[in-house]
């Protein structure tokens, strides 16, 4: 089930009406300076239809990562290797395989941010990537609430939904007043 994303805390309820529209222009305005637009209308970085396969299996042990943070020859090794993934074993018959590998081809990265590919096939090593978490403390990622950089919806809680702009952010617990920091902006 699908929890209502919390409000922001640091935003009082009366400035938001007001302050919603354009903190969305600003996040509008961020993405294409990035070169990497939402992949549909509503500001959500999923395709508009997700393989439901591609969740069932690639959401089992960490959150589905959207196909459009990786470019296509990173997708291709990750698919091709899944038998010696990230220190586990991810295998799936060929099948799920083949299929999934397709999908996440078509909707892979092609955005000139996205088209390198980065050191391991990490989106989490990305320049793009460091470049939007580079406020947040090296400490934080090891925090027991975060536990890795992989693990989106610690601090992202629209991640399901393809959703990484402020209004979907939380404070993963544990924070100090220092790390609380770059929650704000
Ligand atoms: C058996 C568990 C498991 C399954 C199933 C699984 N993964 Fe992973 N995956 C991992 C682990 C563990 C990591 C490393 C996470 C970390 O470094 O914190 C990882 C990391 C990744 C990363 C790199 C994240 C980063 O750091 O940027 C990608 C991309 C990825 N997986 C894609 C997939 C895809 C696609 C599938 C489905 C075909 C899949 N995973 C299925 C366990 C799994
Ligand atoms: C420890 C918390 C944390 C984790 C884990 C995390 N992020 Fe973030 N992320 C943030 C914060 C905080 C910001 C906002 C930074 C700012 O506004 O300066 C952010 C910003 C972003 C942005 C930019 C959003 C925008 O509108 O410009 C994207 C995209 C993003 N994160 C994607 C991801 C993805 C994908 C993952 C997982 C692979 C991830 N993040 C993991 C905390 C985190």
Redesign the pocket.
């Known amino acids: 089930m699908m929890k209502a994303p919390p409000m922001k805390q640091h935003l009082n309820p009366a400035q938001r009406p007001l302050s919603r529209p354009i903190r969305q222009t600003a996040?509008c305005i961020?993405?294409a300076c990035?070169g990497w637009p939402s992949a549909h209308a509503d500001g959500s970085?999923m395709p508009a239809k997700i393989l439901p396969s591609y969740t069932a299996e690639c959401a089992a042990c960490h959150?589905a990562?959207?196909p459009g943070?990786l470019p296509a020859s990173s997708w291709q090794r990750i698919m091709k290797g899944l038998d010696r993934h990230y220190g586990t074993d991810a295998s799936l018959d060929a099948k799920t395989v083949a299929e999934i590998g397709q999908w996440l081809q078509t909707h892979a990265g092609t955005y000139k941010r996205v088209a390198e590919a980065p050191p391991q096939d990490r989106?989490?090593q990305s320049a793009?990537?460091e470049r939007?978490?580079?406020?947040?403390e090296a400490a934080?990622?090891q925090?027991p609430s975060?536990k890795?950089?992989?693990?989106?919806?610690?601090?992202?809680t629209g991640?399901e939904q393809g959703f990484?702009?402020?209004d979907h952010?939380q404070r993963?617990a544990g924070l100090s007043a220092r790390q609380s920091r770059?929650?704000n902006?």
Do not use: E
């Not at 890795?148 to 992202?156: G, I, L």
């Open positions: 996040a961020v993405l990035l970085r959150t990562y959207p943070m989106l989490t793009w990537f939007k978490h580079r406020k947040i934080v990622w925090l975060v890795s950089a992989a693990n989106c919806a610690a601090c992202h991640t990484f702009d402020d952010l993963p770059a929650w902006d």
